[in-house]
């Protein structure tokens, strides 16, 4: 009873009831008096009453005193009663009126000098003389007209067939209630059914796509939906997997690092302590990486928007990198118009995405190479940005892997990165941080020329 589509075929079924019930009342209520009207004026014309008032107005050019006239024609026995018609008349009471509707004649004398209504007038016989209308004579109060036999058979089987079309319409009426109930409901149980799978952890099954428009798109979104969870619990399980396993390297160095020392096989000798160091700064940034990571991925972080002089801002992390850069023999080039205007943006936060992007540039461009940073005007959606791109002669990223290097703990050599000091989150928080300012982030590459990373900040 409280199913969908047992509530929907009731109530197709109960409106369909009504409706065809109340047409077949109606329809019988119109088709009998109608029927009973036309006997009746057949019963009027059969009277033979119309001639001789016909007559008798010819003859006195009035209805006065015609009660007289109709009273002989039109009393039981009387002659007019029509007998051998194969008629059983009831007590018909005759009316007269006049050209304009007044009743001069009534044989109950309940309305006499009354006004026929519109429908007396219609269902009326009209008398003329010479084609002019004299008057109308009306059998009133018809409903008491017995039927003959025959009548009352055709009456009764018109009913009986519109009972049949009745009772035909209704079921028909209860088979398309249930189909449709059925149809609309179907698609909502499968819904259901396999929102109950996925949450017993069947992530991969989908909703077929069918029924009326409003279902398809509610499958649709559901579909969408259940797609975007499978996707953030492959995420959820390779993140855990993954930190499980960027965790477990560098505490296993400590961890072996430390049982050589405690078994003697080491003396305890500085440059040993230093390599745990390491290990431990290495984790503790890892552990901070992570940290904020999971932060902006939650849309947490908080960010201290203010106009922001970008071009002060990269000049002075750039400075930071120059030394380093010095040192290696790698050229640094700085670059950008005078005019720019300010960007709105949380400076530390810039600047954290410039330190991660230039300390890339710098790791993998070598001896003799070079490093480009400049800044430039760009719109995007009608907005003004200012693009920072920061370019290298490095070895370049594969085309195959250009679109994971943003991808958490992703590193095209993993040993090597770690051993430079990468946790593989850097470019991650990089694209987190710039999404949360509204800008985008991107790269370009060619294996062994080099590459070009780039992010936009809205300008104010
Ligand atoms: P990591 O801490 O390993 O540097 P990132 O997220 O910063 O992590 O970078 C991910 C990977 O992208 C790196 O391991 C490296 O393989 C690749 N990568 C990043 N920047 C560059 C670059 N300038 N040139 C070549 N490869 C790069």
Sequence with gaps: ?????????????????????????????????QFRYFVARNQTLSTELAMP????????????????????????????????????????????????????????????????SKQEKIAALPLTCQTQTIGYL?????????????????????????????????VLGLLMGVILARNLSAPLSRLADVARRITRGQTSRRVPLTGVDELRDLA???NEMADHLEEAEMLRRNMISDIAHELRTPLSVIQGNLQAIIDDVYPLE?????????????????INDLHELAQAEAGQLSLNLEATDLVALAKNTASLFEGLAQERGIRFTFNAPADLPLVQADADRARQVLHNLLGNALRHTPEGGQIFLS?????????????????????????DALPHVFDRFWRADKSRSREGGGTGLGLAIARQLVQAHGGQIGVESTVEQGSRFYFTLPAV
């Design 270 to 286: 500085k440059t040993e302590i230093e390599d745990i160091y390491e290990e431990s700064v290495m984790l503790h940034r890892l």
């Design 138 to 170: 009306l059998v009133s109060e018809a409903n008491n007209v017995q039927l003959s036999g025959r009548d009352q058979a055709f009456l009764e089987q018109v009913n009986l067939a519109l009972v049949q079309a009745g009772m035909v319409a209704i």
């Design 1 to 33: 009873m409280n199913k969908l589509w047992v509530r929907l075929t009731l109530a197709i079924g109960i409106i369909t009831t009504i409706g065809i019930v109340l047409a077949v009342l109606l329809i019988n209520r119109q088709v009998s008096a």
């Design 375 to 399: 800044i430039a005007r760009a719109q995007s959606q009608g907005r003004s940005f200012l693009r920072i791109s920061i370019s290298d002669t490095g070895p370049g990223i594969p085309p």
């Design 53 to 116: 008032l016909v007559a008798y107005y010819a003859e006195n050019g009035s209805w006065e005193g015609v009660e007289t006239i109709v009273d002989t024609l039109h009393t039981p026995g009387g002659k007019g009663r029509g007998q051998g018609q194969g008629m059983q008349y009831g007590t018909p009471n005759l009316i007269l009126a006049d050209t304009d509707g007044k009743i001069v004649y009534d044989q109950s004398n309940r309305r006499l000098k009354q006004s026929l």
């Design 220 to 222: 649709a979104s559901f």
